[in-house]
C-alpha cells in the first residue's frame, strides 16, 4: 500500500517537461495561425488579380468602342473612379494598387499598367498586343503542316 | 529538480511560485493562441466563402447578359437599348428583355422563352447603354452584400462592359 503511494507521487511531470511541451504546443498554434495569415494574403492577392483582369476587359471594351478620346473618357467614367491626369493618362486609384491607361488615338494604341501601393507592378499590357516573330522553328512546324 | 505533481497540495514537493506562474503564463498563451486560430480560421472561411458565392453569381450574371445580348444579335433583333432598368429589343414583331427584379434576374429570350434566374445574394443591377455612329456598349453594375470581419457587411459594386459585335458572335 504504501508502495503505491510513493509510485503514484513519483508520476508527476517535471517543470522542464511541462514547459518543454507548452512550447511545443505554442510553436505548432504559432504556425497554425502564420497559415491562416498567409491563406488571407493569398485570398487579397487573387482578389487584386480579379480586379485587374475586371478592369483590363472594361478598358479594352471601352477602348475598343470610342472613337474618340472624350467618349473614352466617358465610357471608363462609368466602369470606375478614372480621373484623368496632368499627362492626359488616366488613373484610378484603388484600395491596394494604382492603374494608369495611356492612349492615343490617332495610332488607336493603348498601354494599360497597374502597380502596388509600393510602385511595384503587376500588370501591364498594350493594346494591339505586340506581334511576337515566329522562331525557325516554329515557322518550320507551320510549313510542315 | 523539483517534481511538479498531480498532488498539488503537498507544498514540500510541488511546484514553486515561479514555476507555477511559467506554466500558468504558457497555458494562458496556448489558450489565447487557440481561441485566436479557431476564431481567425472560422472568420476567413466565413468570408471567403462569401466572396466566392458573390463572384460567381456575378460571373454567372455576366454570362447571362451576354448570352442574352448574343442571342438578340444571331436572331437579327432590333431597337435593343436599355430602357427603365431593362435591355430591350425586339425579334420581328416580338418584345424581349432583360431586368433584375427583386433578388431574381428575368430574360426573355423569345416569344416562347422565358427565364428567371435566382440572384439572392445581388442587391441591385443596374444597366446603362452608351453608342456612337459605329457601336453600342452596355455597362451592367452589380451591387451585392460581402461578408466582413465581425459579422459586419460591405457593400461591393462590380461593373462590367459588354460590347456587342455581330463580328465576334457570327
Redesign the interface.
Known amino acids: 500500500m504504501k508502495n503505491n503511494k510513493t509510485l503514484?507521487?513519483?508520476?508527476?511531470?517535471?517543470?522542464?517537461?511541462?514547459?518543454i511541451t507548452?512550447?511545443l504546443?505554442?510553436i505548432i498554434?504559432?504556425s497554425?495561425?502564420s497559415v491562416?495569415?498567409m491563406?488571407?494574403d493569398v485570398?487579397n492577392n487573387s482578389?487584386v488579380a480579379?480586379e485587374l483582369k475586371?478592369s483590363a476587359?472594361?478598358i479594352l471594351?471601352?477602348f475598343?468602342?470610342?472613337?474618340t478620346e472624350e467618349?473614352f473618357e466617358?465610357?471608363i467614367k462609368?466602369?470606375?473612379n478614372y480621373i484623368k491626369n496632368v499627362d492626359g493618362n488616366f488613373v484610378l486609384i484603388g484600395d491596394n494598387m494604382t492603374i494608369t491607361v495611356t492612349t492615343n488615338f490617332t495610332e488607336k494604341t493603348l498601354k494599360y499598367s497597374a502597380v502596388d501601393s509600393q510602385s511595384e507592378e503587376l500588370y501591364s499590357f498594350n493594346f494591339p498586343y505586340a506581334q511576337v516573330p515566329l522562331t525557325d522553328d516554329a515557322s518550320q512546324e507551320g510549313e510542315g503542316e | 529538480m523539483k517534481r511538479f505533481k498531480h498532488n498539488f497540495k503537498s507544498a514540500k514537493t510541488g511546484a514553486t511560485l515561479s514555476e507555477m506562474c511559467v506554466v500558468i503564463a504558457l497555458v494562458a498563451i496556448v489558450s489565447v493562441s487557440v481561441v485566436t486560430f479557431a476564431s481567425l480560421s472560422s472568420e476567413v472561411t466565413k468570408i471567403s466563402a462569401s466572396k466566392e458565392m458573390a463572384t460567381e453569381r456575378v460571373e454567372f450574371i455576366e454570362d447571362l447578359i451576354e448570352g442574352w445580348v448574343e442571342n438578340a444579335i444571331v436572331n437579327n433583333a432590333t431597337d435593343l437599348k436599355v430602357q427603365d432598368n431593362k435591355i430591350v429589343a425586339k425579334i420581328e414583331e416580338d418584345d424581349i428583355n432583360l431586368y433584375f427584379l427583386n433578388g431574381n434576374l428575368k430574360a426573355k429570350f423569345s416569344a416562347e422563352n422565358e427565364s428567371s434566374f435566382d440572384c439572392k445574394e445581388i442587391k441591385e443591377i443596374r444597366f446603362e447603354e452608351m453608342r456612337n455612329e459605329k457601336d453600342l456598349i452596355f455597362f451592367c453594375t452589380v451591387t451585392y452584400e460581402l461578408e466582413s470581419a465581425n459579422n459586419k457587411k460591405v457593400e461591393k459594386t462590380n461593373t462590367f462592359c459588354i460590347n456587342p459585335r455581330l463580328d465576334d458572335i457570327v
Open positions: 503514484k507521487f513519483k508520476k508527476g511531470i517535471t517543470i522542464v517537461e511541462a514547459v507548452l512550447f504546443i505554442g498554434m504559432v497554425a495561425i491562416v495569415l491563406s488571407i485570398e482578389n480579379v475586371n476587359e472594361n471594351e471601352c475598343r468602342f470610342a472613337q467618349e466617358t465610357a462609368k466602369c470606375g
